[in-house]
């Protein structure tokens, strides 16, 4: 069974920086990963993605310059380095695993989803 675990959330203020870290286990075989969003109240949403390989990276317009998806091969999984947040950056992050190695487009396709991790930023 595919278990997708999230951590390093909590709470910032603004103008700071968290790394979140996601681990997989119950998968030999690596695949594209990547983190969405969910604001209370809203539906959830694309934040970054990483191909299989670390090769190709993507990201939505709102995170672009200020965080940073790696492949994080000691846990398995994957990272995202968030600086110079915004109180519009509190959500609940959520790691996926993709059907694909590159994702045509990363807002879709997925396989797996972690639980969540919540990151605030106060303001």
């Known amino acids: 069974q595919v278990q997708l675990v999230e951590s390093g959330g909590g709470l910032v203020q603004v103008g700071g920086s968290l790394r979140l870290s996601c681990a997989i286990s119950?998968?030999?075989?690596?695949?594209?990963m990547g983190w969405f969003r969910q604001v209370e109240g809203k539906e959830r949403e694309f934040a970054a993605a990483?191909?299989?390989?670390?090769?190709?990276?993507y990201y939505a317009d709102f995170v672009k310059g200020r965080f940073t998806i790696s492949r994080d091969s000691a846990k398995n999984g994957i990272a995202l380095q968030m600086n110079s947040l915004k109180p519009e950056d509190t959500a609940v992050y959520f790691c996926?695993?993709?059907?694909?190695?590159?994702?045509?487009?990363?807002?879709?396709?997925?396989?797996?989803w972690g639980k969540g991790t919540l990151v605030t930023v106060s303001s």
């Open positions: 996926v695993t993709y059907y694909s190695d590159y994702p045509r487009d990363p807002s879709h396709g997925m396989d797996y």
């Open positions: 119950g998968r030999t075989s690596t695949s594209a």
């Open positions: 990483i191909s299989y390989n670390g090769a190709k990276t």
